[in-house]
């Protein structure tokens, strides 16, 4: 078996983890892939194996992903959700994370993501917002949103129109919750 068989594997592990989550099918990949499902086990000693690969390939769409939005952020709203388009795949893998909290490697890159993203972003974030409170009081509201947005998104309905209906519904709805930040009416 090669690398381009490994990469199959991967590619397909991946797209299938970022629908059902970490209890994805291995039949289910081996029809993805079109590889013989014992084929996995040449390049993965176990399913558990994959899953770190996954992690690990996920880190590396991360850095690609925050490349994009250091690149085309102007305004937040509509660029950052015309990136996240471009990634949707990657946002449903990150979503998986999420959703899975409760182990610890999912939380740890879930997080490390998000907070590197927020470096990215916090200049954009101020203009949408207008805030009297500190950094720190605007970085958790903004966790709070992404946490919040990520349960709440629809893997099936992923347009950008519908990702800012559904983040600008969240900070309506929270806004109050945290003193010193005011939304800014966007284009």
Not at 15 to 22: D, K, M, N, V
Not at 77 to 100: A, C, N, S, T, W
Not at 129 to 136: A, C, L, P, Q, V
Request: contains cysteine; aromatic residues 10%; negative net charge.
């Amino acid at each position: 078996m090669t690398q381009g068989a490994k990469d199959k594997w991967i590619e397909a592990a991946y797209s299938e983890f970022a629908i059902s989550g970490p209890e994805f099918s291995l039949n289910a990949l081996a029809e993805k892939s079109k590889l013989p499902r014992a084929s996995l086990y040449y390049h993965f000693d176990s399913k558990e194996a994959l899953r770190e690969e996954l992690l690990i390939f996920h880190q590396e769409k991360i850095k690609c992903y925050l490349s994009e939005l250091a690149e085309n952020i102007k305004d937040i709203v509509p660029d950052l959700y015309k990136v996240m388009y471009k990634h949707k795949e990657g946002i449903l893998f990150h979503r998986q994370l999420l959703l899975h909290r409760d182990q610890d490697d999912f939380l740890d890159i879930y997080k490390k993501g998000n907070n590197e993203a927020m470096a990215i972003l916090l200049p954009h974030i101020k203009q949408l917002f207008r805030s009297t409170g500190s950094d720190e009081d605007l970085i958790q509201f903004y966790h709070t949103l992404t946490d919040t947005w990520y349960i709440r998104i629809n893997p099936n309905d992923l347009t950008v129109e519908r990702m800012i209906s559904v983040a600008m519904e969240i900070m309506e709805n929270t806004l109050g919750l945290f003193s010193g930040i005011i939304i800014q009416k966007t284009r």
